[in-house]
């Protein structure tokens, strides 16, 4: 049962990135699936959720307009994140986990220890 992030990178303010997360071993049986994130200095916090049963998505205060989540409902989640602000630097990680319906819920309230290594975005002024 694994999670892999991919697609961070350096971008210019402004810019655009679309993050990957694959999952193996397991597929996401009508869970809520999301990306959080960890600014540096500060807590993990959930930026992006949608729930694979009904497609309801919740976005965090800031990335709202700018960042959108999107899954095939089945191993895959994508994290479009366009008009980039350097404060959207952080490291991105991908979540899946069992029991966890709703969006909100899992973007709001969900943590582990069990994070994956995450992929680093970096907004340059």
């Known amino acids: 049962v694994q999670l892999v992030e991919s697609g961070g990178g350096l971008v210019q303010a402004g810019g655009s990135l679309r993050l990957s997360c694959v999952a193996s071993g397991f597929t996401f049986e009508h869970y809520a699936v999301g990306w959080f994130r960890q600014i540096p200095g500060k807590e993990r916090e959930g930026v992006a959720c949608i729930s694979t049963r009904d497609g309801f998505t919740y976005l965090a205060d800031g990335v709202e307009g700018r960042f959108t989540i999107s899954t095939d409902n089945i191993n895959t989640i994508n994290l479009q994140m366009d008009a980039l602000k350097p404060e959207d630097t952080a490291v991105y990680y991908c979540?899946?986990?069992?029991?966890?319906?709703?969006?909100?819920?899992?973007?709001?309230?969900?943590?582990?220890?069990?994070w994956g290594k995450g992929t680093a975005v970096t907004v340059s002024p």
């Open positions: 979540a899946a986990p069992a029991g966890f319906w709703d969006a909100v819920v899992l973007c709001k309230y969900y943590e582990t220890e069990s």
